[in-house]
């Protein structure tokens, strides 16, 4: 499995710590170069404007452009070795010593999921199903689990995603966590072992860049975007949390 961590070359302090704390995982990793979102100028192919307003409710954000850009470039990395999975880093994490132990074993169930998710932020409601090293757990997530801080791959998934993910349409998490819209499973670890902790670092963006658009516009789309999202999410999150449980009934019978 290859470990991959995304820093922009400009953000020195911020590989000086991430790269000790993973040393102290014993994962081997390599640097990866950010994207840098400011120096990008739109239009661009990559991204679709009218569909990240509709989607988003959002103006541009260059940052989440770059961020994004980032992740589809690991991936495409991912993709020129021979290796089987990737693991995929953000500066900006904090995982635990154990990391690669909990991997390792939640690598036995690895044909239950192409996407494992090990950090992220707000209460996704997980599902536990699967007993892991020490006290972690394999979940499924009823709800969604922002951020991409850190999370395992295969490479059925990662060419599955350098396809389904351009142009962008909304930020990169909200991309990731919708695995099921192309034909792919989702897991996560209970209680996650990664914490993903930004780091403050004065923005060289404008200060309109990102914001949100006037309610009147936001909610004729944004909303049934959402609704219809959160649905699909939580009926396939159920069913796969169906299946996981009965695959584990059989396995014990």
Known sequence: MKTYVINLDSATKRWTRVSTLMQATGLMFERVSAVVGKQLQLPIAEFSDRKYRRYHGKRPNLGQIGCYLSHLKVLNAFLETDESFAMVCEDDITPVAQLAD?????????????ILRLSGFHDSHPMKVHKLSGDYSLAVNATRLCGTGCYVVSRQAAEVLVQRLLPMRVPIDHAIDREWFYGLRAMAVDPLPVKQNPIELPSSLPANDGEKLPAWQRYWTVFPYRLLNETCRLANRCRAYQIARRSVNLSTR
Do not use: C
């Open 102 to 114: 909990i991997v390792q074993s939640a690598m036995a169930f690895q044909n239950q999921w192409d």
